[in-house]
């Protein structure tokens, strides 16, 4: 009897500790990410976090592979853009979670299904070299003979910020893809994510980026001779969603990660990583204009999802694979 019920007991133990992990991808910087999960574990002790950490795009890679295997391997995605999601809540792939403690959000930052929710809000502007280049006020005012190879563009086909920024811009009756195309004419290249338009810009092998504003504020925070624009012909932004997979080994758990993030204290996270937080009673970061000062360029996530395909396929002629 009492082997037995040290094995009972050694049975249970196993159960409790495969129940208390987590895995969760996501396109955060690996600071963030670190950031994210210790501030989560910190709430939580009980749930471990096993985190992968690629560009959207890349990790939609990894999960297409994973998919054609027959093994998703994440409970969670925490990726930057909505079209990505939108495509696998399209195909049944997300779990809708009606309870998330979205408290006075606006719905417009969730999914109306409940299958995925944003945690901030980040924006696409003009970052520039303060020893080398000038702030313009428009898209339209960076492609200028000036500039030719001089502008750092992370590829749509890496970071699902640049391929919500994409969609929006081609969107935008002023912009459209006009603008990628003479990109295109000024021996532009985009590639990569936003990391190194960051470092591209502040170490001065370019005079201007076209990245997220939380980077490049933190960048200017810190010294580097970097300023950022909003341009007032409107930015586009996304909102970080996060979502738990229908295949989620660890639902519950899943469920505790997505409340954090939607919490006080994770969106107090949000402020101290640099971010605009979505909780109205939550402070800015230093630095950061009021949301109502800036002209945003919202996509259609539906659409998106339905273009995506031929947008990614006329971006790389455009630029040449």
Same mark, same amino acid.
């Given at each position: ?13 196993? *159960? !409790? ?7 969760? #991808?996501?396109? @955060? +910087?690996? =600071? ?5 999960? /210790? ?78 929710? *944003? !945690? ?7 970052? #520039?070299?303060? @020893? +080398?280049? =000038? ?5 339209? /005012? ?180």
């Amino acid at each position: 009897m009492r082997l037995a019920a040290s094995a009972l007991t050694l049975l249970l133990l196993a *159960g !409790t500790a495969h129940a208390e992990k987590l895995v969760l #991808y996501t396109s @955060q +910087s690996p =600071e963030q990410a670190q950031q994210t999960v /210790d501030a989560f574990q910190a709430e939580h002790p009980e749930i471990e976090v096993e985190w992968t950490r690629n560009g959207t795009s890349q990790l939609m890679n990894v999960l297409r592979a994973e998919i054609a295997a027959g093994d998703l391997k994440p409970d969670v995605l925490l990726v930057a853009d909505t079209i990505n999601l939108g495509q696998l809540k399209a195909e049944g792939r997300l779990m809708a979670y009606p309870e998330a403690k979205v408290g006075a959000y606006d719905k417009g930052t969730y999914d109306k299904d409940m299958t995925f929710f *944003g !945690t901030k809000v980040i924006s696409t502007g003009i970052a #520039y070299n303060t @020893q +080398s280049a =000038e702030p313009v006020e428009t898209w339209a /005012d960076l492609l200028v003979e000036e500039n030719r190879g001089q502008i750092a563009v992370p590829s749509p086909l890496y970071s699902g910020a640049a391929l919500n920024h994409l969609h929006a811009l081609i969107n935008a009756p002023e912009i459209g893809w006009d603008f990628y195309e003479k990109l295109a004419e000024l021996d532009i290249a985009p590639e990569g994510g936003n990391g190194p338009a960051i470092k591209a810009v502040a170490g001065g092998l370019a005079k201007y980026a076209i990245v997220v504003d939380a980077n490049a504020l933190r960048a200017k925070a810190k010294g580097s001779p970097i300023d950022f624009v909003f341009p007032k012909d409107g930015v586009s932004f996304i909102t970080e969603p996060v979502a738990i997979l229908s295949t989620a080994k660890e639902p519950e758990a899943a469920k505790v990660f997505v409340d954090f993030l939607l919490s006080r204290k994770g969106q107090e996270l949000v402020a101290e990583q640099g971010n605009l937080p979505l909780d109205p009673e939550v402070a800015s970061p230093e630095g950061f204009p009021k949301l109502s000062d800036i002209t945003l360029l919202p996509i259609d996530a539906g659409q998106a999802v339905e273009t995506d395909a031929a947008v990614r396929e006329k971006f790389t002629e455009i630029f040449g694979g």
